[in-house]
């Protein structure tokens, strides 16, 4: 009686993780399956696919969907085939990929620096251009002769009328 319980409860908890293979986790399962007939305790075929069905990790839903709509009744060994071929259709996760774990590598607020994870590249600031100062266009606008500009410090005109910054908006736009 100990034993089917236990069987039961283990059969229940399987949970393949993402990334694992497939194919020991149907056997773990198939081989609960076969212990509680065992126990004289049998499940049927689909109680077994459905379980087996519901423990595979979301990269699993389409396959899961296509077979729930097909309406398919399979073995667990046929089901078993169908998800190692499943298996090398589905994209796994590359190595390149970075993964950002929450509360690491981020700025803290107030004193102190701020913290790079292990293993994450920083971004290097590109080097800036020495803008040299150009004589502005005549400006309607009064103040605009006292302004400096912003990009290139020269007297005479504002940053929206500046030729250096007006020069690269064409030349990013082109």
Known sequence: MQERFETVKNLHSCKMTEGASVSPHVLNMKGYVDQLDRH???ISQELATNLILNSLPDSYSQFVMNYNMNNMEKSISELHLMLKTAEQNIKKPSSNMLMIQKGKGMKKK???????????ATPVAKPVEQVKPQPAPA????????ANCHLCHAPGHWFRN????????????G
């Open 162 to 173: 500046c030729k250096h910054y007006l020069e690269d908006l064409k030349k990013k736009k």
């Open 40 to 42: 004289r305790f049998p």
């Open 110 to 120: 107030g004193k102190g620096k701020a913290r790079v994870a292990k293993g994450v």
């Open 139 to 146: 400006s309607k606008h009064p103040k605009e002769k006292e």
